[in-house]
């Protein structure tokens, strides 16, 4: 049976998402255990895929300029086709399936209006979509991803 992360472990994730750099002797003294116990504890996070990975995040200098939010509307039964198209779209960064009136919100990012503007009209241009509504990011209160 998956054993569900306690406070212990949500510490130690949210301390690894400020830094997933962070080193295991900080860890431990970050929240009271010897750096043997909490690299138990990680490796059994990883190998119950409560941890899936570690990543790098962008500073403002090397993140795209834009960011847009697309969301996009379906005609019936085309969701599969849509993603795996919007996957091959370098600019497409994330993909989501939502409920309500729209069916999918892609993230775009471009360094220009006009990049922003040519893969709108590309997304919009494909083969099962019924209309998209598009929103630009101004800026990022916080992220906790």
């Not at 970050?30 to 043997?36: A, I, N, Y």
């Not at 960011?67 to 993909?95: D, F, T």
């Not at 309500?100 to 006009?114: K, M, N, V, Y």
């Amino acid at each position: 049976m998956k054993r569900r992360p306690d406070e212990t472990d949500r510490r130690l994730i949210a301390r690894l998402q400020e830094n997933a750099r962070t080193p295991i002797a900080a860890l431990a003294r970050d929240v009271g255990l010897s750096r043997s116990a909490v690299q138990e504890r990680l490796e059994r996070l990883e190998k119950s895929q409560t941890i899936t990975g570690y990543t790098v995040q962008l500073g403002d200098d090397a993140r795209p300029v834009l960011l847009a939010e697309v969301m996009i509307q379906l005609e019936q039964k085309q969701s599969a086709g849509v993603v795996s198209a919007l996957q091959k779209v370098p600019n497409c960064v994330r993909c989501l399936a939502i409920s309500g009136e729209f069916d999918l919100i892609a993230e775009i990012a471009a360094d220009t209006p006009e990049e922003l503007d040519a893969v709108l009209d590309q997304i919009g241009g494909l083969l099962g979509i019924k209309r998209t509504s598009s929103s630009i990011i101004l800026s990022t209160k916080f992220d906790r991803r």
